[in-house]
């Protein structure tokens, strides 16, 4: 049945056509016909009631009633018509089936009446004399404008049916053979429409099997032969992207089989989907047991764990550094989505000898530091010496030295600082702080060169402000470098730090009216040693260090900063820490 199911429905559309065309068909031409019967009658009856009329009119009114009898049933027979003679009165004069002393008072028969109001009467009904159907034909005999008689034709309606059946027998015998040759050509012309769909149908399970060169080959010029043809262009085009697909396919493999670094694309249920050799490598496990299976079955990692629950939290590129089996990996999230499921790629440098190499780099400036600043303090101590017993001419020549041995001593503190910092080692000691009091304490340390300079320090913050868990240290060292910057590279003006809360964390804004940082060096002054005006720099002492160590704590604290800035009207930094 499934494979003949749509011939079967077109069929029964078919058989239902013609059953609901041909049986009303049938219907309405047969009593098209019996009307048109019965208006010929009409006719022949009112025809013959004139005729009788003419020769009974000399008989009326009723003297002659035998004779008016004879003349009726003589018509009658001759006419093969009931002919009845009626008196104004009601009373039968003459009828050509029946002995009219016998037949009763015609005065309110329906046809009388009609034919005596407006000058003709009809009636269809049974007839009591002769239990039959009638067709009553009623003509009025009129003389000096008065009736003096009404001539009645009848026929029974049996003749009628038996004539309009022989005719709707032929009828339904035609109706029949039109049906079944109806049925013939609808199975011929629904065979014939439905086998290039089962073509069709073939082929695009061989096509769905993987078998593209397959082709229907139809010459029918109408809409199957169009979807035949679309057909075999879908066949076609298919056929070429898969071998597109196939070789972009196979070159991905490649490329991602020759990557030194892992990747791995996780699903919406951080099951892997896809993982190259390297990443494999560094599970330690055969290929087949990692596809398919949750990461943290293979690769139990707290770093690496946390680097894909953010990602899938955020869904937006994440980055961090995990360390496993003693390397160190920066991991690189990014969040895609194949149609509606969620899906992640990590990408894992190796930055182990990267990160030895900065290790180094840390201890050799640490150590260096180190050992710098006993000597610096001491030439320091032996400058502040001589200065007491010196001249005017060579106190200003240890002036200058004792400018420089300061500013060494500024940057090894810093770098010392930042080496701190950069420690990965290091835990920061987290307190509960009051940041309007800790930066309040702060600008006292500026007091002095703030009014040399005639500038207006603001701080702007709510009675209600929350307490914020940080190292209380760091942070100062924070602001200090923040404000030292402000009032350094600020002529007039003022410098406003405002403190926001907003939700769980808490916006803080350092703005100045100062010179402004043009824009293409914005994205670098967070770098170490890195400086916008380096005679400027140098005229006021800065060691490149200060933004490096702000990005630092501010990072220490799971924090964000940012910078804007603008030539000749001011600088804002904000920086956004968690409660």
């Known amino acids: ?172 015998y035609f109706a029949f053979i039109l049906t079944i040759f109806a049925f013939i050509l609808s199975l011929i012309s629904i065979k014939a429409a439905t086998k290039p769909i089962k073509e069709m149908a073939l082929a695009a399970k061989k096509i769905a099997k993987g078998n593209f060169n397959v082709r229907i080959s139809t010459k029918a010029k109408d809409e199957i032969g169009e979807l035949s043809s679309a057909l075999n262009q879908m066949a076609q085009e298919i056929k070429r992207l898969f071998t597109a697909l196939g070789m972009e396919k196979e070159e991905l493999q490649k490329t991602l089989s020759t990557m030194v670094e892992g990747v791995v694309v996780l699903d919406s249920q951080k099951r892997v989907v896809l993982a190259n050799k390297s990443f494999k490598n560094m599970c330690g496990l055969p290929w087949e047991s990692i596809i398919g299976k ?164 603001e701080l702007i913050a709510p009675q209600n402000l929350p307490l914020v868990k940080v190292d209380s240290f760091l942070m100062e060292q924070l602001f200090i470098n923040l404000i030292d910057n402000a009032v350094k590279y600020t002529k007039e003006g003022k410098i406003k730090i405002e403190i926001i809360p907003i939700n769980h964390r808490v916006k803080i804004k350092v703005c100045d009216t100062g010179i402004g940082i043009p824009k293409e060096h914005l994205s670098r002054i967070f770098e170490r040693f890195y400086v916008v005006d380096k005679t400027r720099s140098r005229e006021l002492g800065g060691t490149g260090l200060g933004l490096s160590i702000v990005k630092h704590i501010v990072l220490l604290h799971n924090g964000e900063i940012s910078v804007d800035s603008q030539v000749g009207k001011g600088t804002t930094f904000t920086i956004l820490l968690p409660v």
């Open 294 to 457: 949750a990461y943290w079955e293979i690769l139990r990692n707290i770093e690496f764990k946390e680097l894909v629950d953010k990602v899938f939290k955020t869904n937006r590129p994440e980055t961090s550094e995990i360390q496993h089996q003693n390397k160190v990996y920066l991991g690189n999230g990014t969040p895609f989505s194949k149609t509606k499921e969620k899906r992640i790629v990590i990408v894992l440098h190796n930055i182990t000898k990267i990160k030895q190499l900065e290790k180094v780099k840390a201890d050799f400036v640490a150590n260096v530091s180190h050992e710098l600043r006993t000597p610096l303090t001491a030439i320091k101590g032996f400058v502040e010496t001589l200065e007491e017993e010196a001249s005017e001419k060579e106190q200003r020549f240890l002036k200058i030295i004792r400018k420089h041995t300061d500013r060494l001593i500024n940057l090894i503190s810093d770098l010392l600082l930042l080496s701190k910092l950069e420690d990965r080692e290091k835990r920061i000691e987290i307190e509960e702080v009051d940041l309007k009091k800790l930066i309040f304490n702060v600008s006292k340390i500026f007091e002095e060169k703030i009014k040399e300079k005639n500038l207006k320090l």
């Open 1 to 172: 049945m499934a494979k003949w199911g749509i011939v079967w429905k077109q069929f029964f559309y078919y058989l239902l056509i013609i059953l609901l065309t041909i049986p009303p068909l049938t219907f309405f031409v047969s009593r098209e016909i019996k009307r048109h019967y019965i208006s010929i009658i009409e006719i022949n009856l009112k025809h013959q009631a004139a005729l009788t009329e003419e020769f009974v009119e000399g008989l009326l009114p009723y003297e002659k009633t035998r004779e008016i009898d004879e003349l009726a049933k003589r018509i009658g027979k001759q006419t093969d018509t009931r002919i009845t003679v009626i008196a104004p009165n009601g009373k039968i004069l003459g009828d050509s089936k029946e002995d009219p002393t016998k037949m009763e008072n015609h005065l309110g028969r329906p046809e009388v009446e009609q034919a005596m109001r407006v000058g003709i009467g009809k009636s269809i009904r049974y007839s009591t004399t002769l239990k039959e159907e009638m067709l009553y034909i009623a003509l009025p005999v009129k003389e000096d404008g008065r009736t003096i008689g009404v001539i009645r034709t009848s026929l029974p309606l049996g003749q009628i049916r038996a004539l309009v059946w022989g005719v709707n027998s032929k009828i339904i």
